[in-house]
């Protein structure tokens, strides 16, 4: 098979670009030292984390000389993600560390006054009419991150270089860039499903660099930022001892016949399977009884994301147990070495549930500082703010008054069981068995600041109702951040989707049990809400 270089600087999931390109027909070969570089015809740079980070890894090993070396010999070379950034001069991220010059100007950051940030989800690639490696105006692609070159029409095309713009909010940015023998992406190809892999092969092949400029037709480009539609898994150990999906009714997974029996809905890789062939824009696994059970000895949660990162190609991510731990044999484990297994099996993102409410708590209680040590700081600056979801149960606490309680009340609509007119959000930790005296608002206010780049938001008394969302709860918590918000919690048809894009600002909607039973697949949620006039991804086989 033919082969391809991947430059092997920084930790992250290098795993899917690697099942990437061996579903295009390549091997992999890894670079692991400057020298190396010199045996490479074809090069990929994949990034993660920040801009600093990167660029001094890179330097402080001697790759920078090495890398402008390839390019400068006309050997094919791709950039992808902060891969793309490392080519710029700077970034307003790290304003001291210099990139590679390859490409002139800064990057600089996405303005959140009126959006979400960091930018997460599938976006265009506009390439306006000109061949660049066979991306596609009808296409979507899988962007994260915070910092972008921002576009301006004619800058870069005088330099030489053909441009593929995304749009978020007022905000046009540079998606991929190409010129001669170099392609960047700042969205990540390996997590684009079938639109991703076309443009890695284009790249492999060569085909897309002898094209490359080429005045093309197709149809017009669609609009910006796609609303997510993620599906979550729940898998934990049955009664037998195997991993199987379940899904709980307000967290209860056992079955209400007299047997008890754990809720036994599959099998969590063909699941994830067939959920990416029905579109689904991410998969999230939670492993809900690991608050019990050590991860480091969970070694099939390892194995199903391995399985499954070699033919699902959109993100995935895996919560529980991602905390400091000491293993079986007493050895103690950090929280970032956790997730690092992860990373290394495929993950994207990891979900932190009942150790971030804990973490919260002691930010309070020491007036609001962060000393570095926390799960979500340690694996944010490790991995960057995108890799780090924290996940939260929250459930309501109605009062009677809004200052009856010291605690984020809002007026609801739903008025609680005496008829009280107010309610708070209680967080819980270990699957919703103990409630803390933490309201979600101090909570998420707390994670952002500690560096989580999303928050996935469930809800007790909503899960498996089919009720639809709690947009009160989503409501508040949007107000409350900058950062993405996943609602998740008792969707039971289509109609809900639409229903918590159009009410609440979120970012992304999960469901699960509708997708597990069979109710409606996640295409078929996806056609009504396009058929709404919603901006979604359509899979492509
Ligand atoms: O605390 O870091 O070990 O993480 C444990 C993780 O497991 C947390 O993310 C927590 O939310 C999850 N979890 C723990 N117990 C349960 C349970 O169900 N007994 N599941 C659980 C959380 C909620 C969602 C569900 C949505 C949508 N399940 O995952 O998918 O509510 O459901 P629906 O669409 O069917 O209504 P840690």
Same mark, same amino acid.
């Given at each position: 098979?033919?082969?391809?270089?991947?430059?092997?600087?920084?930790?992250?999931?290098?795993?899917?670009?690697?099942?990437?390109? !061996?579903?295009?027909?390549?091997?992999?070969? @890894?670079?692991?030292?400057?020298?190396? &570089?010199?045996?490479?015809?074809?090069?990929?740079?994949?990034?993660?984390?920040?801009? /600093?980070?990167?660029?001094?890894?890179?330097?402080?090993?001697?790759?920078?000389?090495?890398?402008?070396?390839?390019?400068?010999?006309?050997?094919?070379?791709?950039?992808?993600?902060?891969?793309?950034?490392?080519?710029?001069?700077?970034?307003? !991220?790290?304003?001291?560390?210099?990139?590679?010059?390859?490409?002139?100007?800064?990057?600089?950051?996405?303005?959140?006054?009126?959006?979400?940030?960091?930018?997460?989800? @599938?976006?265009?690639?506009?390439?306006?009419?000109?061949?660049?490696?066979?991306?596609?105006?009808?296409?979507?692609?899988?962007?994260?991150?915070?910092?972008?070159?921002?576009?301006?029409?004619?800058?870069?095309?005088?330099?030489? @270089?053909?441009?593929?713009?995304?749009?978020?909010?007022?905000?046009?940015?540079?998606?991929?860039?190409?010129?001669?023998?170099?392609?960047?992406?700042?969205?990540?190809?390996?997590?684009?499903?079938?639109?991703?892999?076309?443009?890695?092969?284009?790249?492999?092949?060569?085909?897309?660099?002898?094209?490359?400029?080429?005045?093309?037709?197709?149809?017009?480009?669609?609009?910006?930022?796609?609303?997510?539609?993620?599906?979550?898994?729940?898998?934990?150990?049955?009664?037998?001892?195997?991993?199987?999906?379940?899904?709980?009714?307000?967290?209860?997974?056992?079955?209400?016949?007299?047997?008890?029996?754990?809720?036994?809905?599959?099998?969590?890789?063909?699941?994830?399977?067939?959920?990416?062939?029905? /579109?689904?824009?991410?998969?999230?696994?939670?492993?809900?009884?690991?608050?019990?059970?050590?991860?480091?000895?969970?070694?099939?949660?390892?194995?199903?994301?391995?399985?499954?990162?070699?033919? &699902?190609?959109?993100?995935?991510?895996?919560?529980?147990?991602?905390?400091?731990?000491?293993?079986?044999?007493?050895?103690?484990?950090?929280?970032?070495?956790?997730?690092?297994?992860?990373?290394?099996?495929?993950?994207?993102?990891?979900?932190?549930?009942?150790?971030?409410?804990?973490?919260?708590?002691?930010?309070?209680?020491?007036?609001?500082?962060?000393?570095?040590?926390?799960?979500?700081?340690?694996?944010?600056?490790?991995?960057?703010?995108?890799?780090?979801?924290?996940?939260?149960?929250?459930?309501?606490?109605? &009062?009677?008054?809004?200052?009856?309680?010291?605690?984020?009340?809002?007026?609801?609509?739903?008025?609680?069981?005496?008829? !009280?007119?107010?309610?708070?959000?209680?967080?819980?930790?270990?699957?919703?068995?103990?409630?803390?005296?933490?309201?979600?608002?101090?909570?998420?206010?707390?994670?952002?600041?500690?560096?989580?780049?999303?928050?996935?938001?469930?809800?007790?008394?909503?899960?498996?109702?089919?009720? /639809?969302?709690?947009?009160?709860?989503?409501?508040?918590?949007?107000?409350?951040?900058?950062?993405?918000?996943?609602?998740?919690?008792?969707?039971?048809?289509?109609?809900?989707?639409?229903?918590?894009?159009?009410?609440?600002?979120?970012?992304?909607?999960?469901?699960?049990?509708?997708?597990?039973?069979?109710?409606?697949?996640?295409?078929?949620?996806?056609?009504?809400?396009?058929?709404?006039?919603?901006?979604?991804?359509?899979?492509?086989?």
């Amino acid at each position: 098979m033919p082969e391809v270089h991947l430059l092997d600087y920084v930790a992250g999931n290098v795993r899917s670009l690697v099942n990437a390109i !061996e579903k295009c027909g390549y091997t992999v070969s @890894w670079v692991r030292s400057p020298s190396e &570089v010199a045996n490479a015809d074809k090069l990929i740079l994949p990034g993660v984390g920040h801009f /600093g980070h990167c660029l001094s890894q890179l330097a402080s090993a001697g790759y920078l000389p090495a890398i402008k070396e390839h390019i400068a010999a006309g050997k094919p070379f791709m950039g992808i993600c902060v891969g793309l950034q490392a080519l710029f001069e700077g970034s307003l !991220e790290d304003p001291e560390v210099a990139g590679l010059g390859t490409i002139k100007g800064k990057l600089d950051r996405f303005d959140d006054s009126q959006k979400a940030v960091p930018h997460i989800g @599938w976006n265009s690639a506009n390439s306006s009419s000109k061949s660049l490696y066979d991306l596609r105006p009808e296409s979507k692609y899988y962007y994260v991150h915070t910092y972008k070159f921002p576009y301006v029409q004619g800058e870069l095309e005088s330099q030489g @270089w053909t441009v593929a713009t995304g749009t978020y909010g007022s905000e046009t940015f540079v998606g991929a860039v190409a010129k001669d023998n170099i392609l960047a992406t700042q969205f990540h190809p390996e997590k684009s499903g079938v639109a991703g892999l076309r443009l890695i092969k284009s790249f492999l092949t060569g085909e897309g660099a002898k094209a490359l400029g080429q005045t093309v037709t197709g149809p017009a480009p669609t609009g910006g930022l796609t609303k997510r539609i993620i599906a979550c898994l729940d898998v934990r150990t049955n009664d037998q001892g195997d991993l199987v999906v379940t899904k709980g009714d307000q967290y209860d997974v056992r079955e209400k016949s007299d047997d008890r029996n754990v809720r036994n809905l599959g099998k969590p890789v063909e699941m994830a399977k067939k959920y990416y062939e029905q /579109g689904a824009d991410e998969v999230t696994f939670l492993n809900i009884t690991s608050f019990r059970d050590c991860p480091v000895a969970d070694l099939p949660m390892l194995e199903i994301l391995r399985r499954t990162s070699e033919t &699902v190609f959109v993100p995935l991510t895996i919560g529980g147990g991602i905390r400091d731990t000491v293993d079986t044999d007493g050895t103690k484990v950090s929280a970032l070495e956790i997730a690092t297994m992860y990373f290394k099996s495929g993950a994207d993102k990891v979900s932190i549930g009942s150790d971030a409410v804990l973490a919260a708590e002691e930010y309070y209680a020491v007036g609001q500082k962060l000393f570095g040590n926390t799960a979500i700081e340690q694996i944010s600056k490790a991995y960057g703010n995108q890799a780090v979801v924290v996940s939260i149960d929250p459930k309501r606490v109605y &009062v009677p008054k809004a200052d009856a309680t010291r605690h984020a009340t809002i007026k609801t609509a739903f008025p609680g069981p005496k008829g !009280e007119e107010f309610c708070w959000y209680a967080c819980t930790i270990k699957g919703g068995r103990e409630t803390r005296d933490m309201d979600v608002v101090e909570v998420v206010k707390a994670v952002e600041a500690m560096g989580t780049g999303e928050i996935l938001l469930n809800c007790i008394d909503k899960d498996g109702t089919n009720s /639809g969302y709690d947009l009160e709860l989503i409501t508040q918590v949007k107000d409350a951040i900058k950062i993405p918000v996943i609602a998740s919690s008792g969707a039971g048809n289509p109609a809900h989707f639409e229903e918590v894009f159009a009410k609440t600002r979120t970012d992304a909607a999960l469901g699960a049990g509708i997708f597990h039973r069979g109710e409606y697949t996640v295409k078929e949620v996806k056609d009504h809400l396009a058929q709404k006039g919603l901006e979604v991804r359509q899979f492509e086989g």
